[in-house]
């Protein structure tokens, strides 16, 4: 059976992350962009790491530039950005188509795992997020308009 264990990412910094270190901690996977509607959710995401990272859980935000190109800048930028103005202390990866040919295979998989609604497997839009257990299986999926304070319980649960 496929974990997140089997997946390996690129760190916005370049460096290859393989995601069997996350093994035994609860993840939060998000679709980001700079300059989208959403991204203020990157207070609430800051807000969850910080309530929870002592009990073995991280976000980790995967860039992505696929939906209203709302995510033209390029690692440095992103970075910059995210901690300037919303004090982003989360691990921020390389960034990453999330649909198409393209797409990452960790995103293909959770698509898989956890289909949108009506079944659909294709992410819409940026902020969705994939709720990952400490077995590292894919427990729940959420739209971009689902604000990180929604998922509180859902965390603790896992925790």
């Known amino acids: 059976m496929t974990t997140v264990a089997d997946f ?7 460096e290859t ?3 069997a270190t996350k093994k035994g901690k609860v993840l939060l996977v998000v679709n980001t962009a700079s ?3 959403f991204t203020p959710q990157y207070d609430g995401l ?7 990272k002592d009990q073995d859980f991280e976000v980790l935000g995967f860039p992505c530039n696929q939906f209203g190109a709302q995510e033209p800048g390029n690692a ?3 970075a910059e950005f995210c901690k300037v103005n919303f004090g ?4 921020l990866m390389a960034k990453v188509d999330v649909n198409g040919d393209d797409a990452s295979p960790l995103f293909d998989w959770m698509k898989s795992e956890k289909k949108g609604l009506m079944g659909s497997t ?3 839009w940026n902020f969705t997020k994939f709720l990952i257990d400490r077995e590292g299986n894919v427990v729940k999926r959420y739209g971009p308009q689902d604000a990180p ?8 649960k896992l925790l």
């Open 35 to 37: 300059k989208c509607g």
């Open 88 to 91: 982003v202390t989360f691990p």
């Open 76 to 78: 440095d930028e992103i």
């Open 17 to 19: 992350l393989d995601l």
């Open 122 to 124: 294709s992410i819409k």
């Open 149 to 156: 304070k929604t998922i509180v319980k859902d965390i603790e």
């Open 8 to 14: 390996t990412v690129t760190t916005n910094r370049g």
């Open 46 to 52: 800051e807000a969850l790491y910080q309530q929870f």
